[in-house]
């Protein structure tokens, strides 16, 4: 707005301020220019209007903070060539200074991350149960996704065994609305008073600082097994949701119970999820640990990667919808608990909209570190319930931000701003850079001609539902119904197929076996006796330790299929296929073209670099891939195979002379489950290492053949035949 406004008192023309509190909004303002940041943002957070061409400097010239030109940046002002520096080298405090303070806490919790930008379009069938603007038919909101795990520091490895984070940022019309989400649909607390609890338990050990982004130490377990509630998380944590092939291959959960509003007032309880269009797939265990050392950032790779290369993950929205009755039970589950999920068999998931991502951040600080999230970043149509672990994340996300970004001005960071337009009356902090212009941040008043105005429901007010608050006494207390803490773990075992039970069996022996402590994996024990003896026996067994009875009653529920990762088939958009080749100048283009073809990313493996490779054989592991070729032989380049098969002639040959980390990286590839194909002359490797074509998802023939066969192994993700049944079930 100019100051020639004709609305704005003191202007020219208009009437002087009758210093009585106005009753009719004069419109509202437009947003505070110093604070419209969002719209000048671009989905990859470059700003517009300054777009320095993916260079990191604007300008021709270096220059100081202060745009100074300058000539040197190599050496500090010296007396004299072998003199000493000398204090009034500004240049040199101003770049030191800086770099000193480069860097700032890192989350508390889930400071490990990788994040993108992207659009959710809406499919406007949740519009008869919220007013929710963004999730009318055909809305297109922008959104920015941050994926994380809980318990490593910044630096820690992808891989590892924990829940990860999915929270999401809606910059809808009405504001922002943050669904800060996991992987796993319920949480190791009823009450959030106990978060600083279970995350002390699970960090690294105070005195020597390790293990870093572990469970599998003595505090989690010693917490876990004493605080019975955190059962049924944990035992996710030990299922294959806990090693997650790709941040492009989890569901979501927004954990708590919402409450919708419709526009007519009517509310409704909802949950809800994120759906991948990938399908739900995970590691084996080997694999993640062999990840964690190999590569790090493997899941940080693979979604940038998937992003630049055309396959952008998408995710479909969807809410299981119950009721909201007074009691706020659905056929006997506790919608306030946690703990608790409700089986999508007795309350499907329905669909409301589509998130694709589709552009990496252009840099990693200003926003996947700087985004804040906050579960109280609500717009007029979703409120919150009185679950006592939400009700306690709508204090500390905002708190939390005050120390992580350095005061309360963290909304004004770029990634952080809402698209709607600001006109609150929050004033100065630190780091405020909005130039605020006016002598009345405040109401009510008369001298900005009583701006700003309130809004009600018919003005997109934000308006809580007007529920009412079940009469009661104060107390510290949950009700009944929190403490069963074994029927749905129970529930959950017996949902999950042979090889999910073998790898749940696997998880616990591991960390519970990693603990010192002989009362810890006792009690851990007691633990998985309450949910299943077969369970506990295996467990037992691997810990060479007693197998206890069950001291609850052992419950037979429905299973829900829906908890199982197997037994469907999936896409394969971004599936990376190893193409091993005995020659780095081998012609690959039909295998290329074919793995092209359907959706995946083959990368050629050859024992140098060279023209067309990707990947050497001293650079490529197994863990890479979701398949393997091996590709044929060129003629008449023998000795050059990775079967050096100079001495074929005589039987044990082959094997002596196979290189060795072909070897590793087929036996890898077999043990983890993977499909492997052999063309032509490939089928030596395949004779060298000992696989028979035939062996389960092991297949040779032309590369017409083995490609077809190949993908369609692929769609299960896995091979699954190669994890034999060993628990009875
Ligand atoms: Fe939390 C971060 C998810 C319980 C306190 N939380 C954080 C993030 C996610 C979650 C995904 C990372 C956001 C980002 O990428 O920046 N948290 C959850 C879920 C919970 C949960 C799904 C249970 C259902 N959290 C929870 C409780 C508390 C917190 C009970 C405290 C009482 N969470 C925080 C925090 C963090 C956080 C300390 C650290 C960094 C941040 O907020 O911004 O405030």
């Not at 100081?64 to 050496?75: K, N, P, V």
Request: a negative charge.
């Amino acid at each position: 707005m100019s100051s020639k406004d004709p609305q704005i008192p003191g202007a020219p023309g208009v009437e002087p301020p009758s210093h009585e509190e106005p009753t009719e909004p004069r419109g509202p303002l437009p947003p505070k220019a110093d604070q419209s940041g969002p719209e000048t943002v671009s989905p990859t957070g470059q700003e517009t209007g300054t777009d320095q061409g993916g260079v990191a400097q604007g300008g021709a010239y270096l220059t100081t903070a202060q745009g100074a030109r300058l000539y040197e940046t190599d050496h500090s002002l010296k007396a004299g060539p072998r003199g000493p520096v000398l204090l009034q080298d500004h240049h040199l405090r101003e770049k030191i200074t800086h770099f000193d303070h480069e860097r700032i806490p890192e989350r508390v919790v889930h400071a490990r991350g990788a994040a993108a930008h992207g659009v959710f379009e809406s499919y406007g069938t949740a519009t008869r149960i919220t007013r929710a603007a963004f999730l009318a038919e055909g809305a297109r909101t922008p959104v920015f996704v941050r994926f994380s795990t809980v318990l490593g520091s910044r630096g820690s490895a992808d891989t590892v065994r924990d829940t990860r984070g999915f929270a999401t940022k809606f910059y809808t019309d009405e504001g922002v609305f943050d669904l800060v989400g996991n992987n796993i649909p319920v949480f190791f607390i009823q009450d959030a008073i106990k978060f600083p609890d279970v995350i002390h338990a699970g960090k690294p050990h105070p005195d020597r600082e390790i293990p870093q982004a572990q469970s599998a130490h003595d505090t989690f377990w010693d917490f876990v097994t004493l605080h019975t509630e955190a059962t049924f998380h944990t035992l996710w944590n030990m299922s294959d949701r806990g090693i997650p092939r790709s941040y492009r291959m989890m569901e979501g959960f927004g954990v708590h119970t919402f409450r919708l509003v419709a526009a007519d007032g009517s509310t409704t309880l909802v949950k809800f999820h994120w759906k991948p269009q990938l399908g739900v797939h995970s590691l084996v265990w080997e694999e993640a640990q062999l990840a964690a050392g190999i590569d790090p950032d493997f899941h940080r790779r693979d979604l940038a990667d998937a992003i630049e290369s055309g396959a952008h993950p998408q995710w479909e929205l969807g809410v299981q919808t119950f009721p909201d009755t007074e009691d706020q039970l659905f056929q006997g589950i506790d919608l306030l608990d946690p703990t608790k999920i409700v089986p999508e068999e007795i309350a499907p998931v329905q669909p409301v909209g589509l998130l694709t991502l589709n552009a990496n951040p252009s840099n990693y600080f200003a926003e996947t570190e700087q985004v804040a999230f906050h579960v109280g970043n609500l717009v007029p149509g979703i409120d919150v319930t009185n679950d006592a672990l939400m009700q306690g994340r709508l204090f500390s996300y905002v708190d939390t931000q005050i120390t992580r970004l350095g005061g309360p001005n963290f909304p004004q960071l770029p990634i952080n701003r809402t698209h709607a337009p600001v006109n609150d009356m929050l004033r100065d902090g630190m780091h405020q850079t909005a130039v605020h212009r006016g002598v009345a941040p405040y109401r009510p008043n008369s001298l900005d001609g009583g701006c700003p105005f309130l809004a009600g429901a018919d003005a997109g007010g934000y308006i809580e539902a007007p529920v009412p608050v079940p009469e009661s006494r104060k107390v510290r207390d949950a009700a009944a119904s929190f403490d069963d803490h074994f029927s749905q773990p129970r529930l959950f075992w017996r949902s999950m197929t042979s090889p999910e039970r073998e790898h749940i069996t696997a998880a616990y022996t591991f960390e519970l076996g990693k603990c010192y402590e002989q009362a810890i994996k006792e009690r851990g024990l007691q633990v998985l006796a309450n949910i299943d003896g077969e369970l506990c026996a295996a467990v037992a067994a691997g810990l060479g330790l007693p197998a206890p009875a069950p001291q609850v009653p052992l419950a037979d529920p429905e299973p829900s299929p829906a908890l199982s990762q197997l037994g469907r088939t999936w896409p394969l958009d971004g599936r990376t296929v190893g193409i091993v080749v005995a020659d780095p100048g081998q012609d690959t283009a039909e295998l290329r073209q074919g793995v092209h073809a359907a959706g995946m990313v083959p990368l050629v493996v050859a024992p140098t670099g060279g023209d067309g490779v990707q990947r050497t054989f001293a650079t490529a592991r197994s863990i890479e891939f979701d398949a393997l070729v091996l590709a044929d032989a060129p003629e008449p380049a023998a000795d050059a195979h990775p079967v050096r098969d100079a001495k074929a002639d005589e039987d044990t040959a082959a094997v002596t002379d196979l290189d060795p980390r072909v070897l590793l990286l087929v036996t890898e590839a077999y043990r983890h489950g993977k499909a492997i194909g052999a063309v032509g002359e490939g089928e030596a490797v395949l004779t060298a290492v000992g696989l028979a074509a035939g062996s389960a998802g092991v297949v040779s023939g032309d590369t017409a053949a083995v490609l077809a066969r190949l993908t369609e192994l692929l769609t299960a993700h896995r091979v699954w035949d190669r994890f034999p049944p060993v628990l009875t079930g």
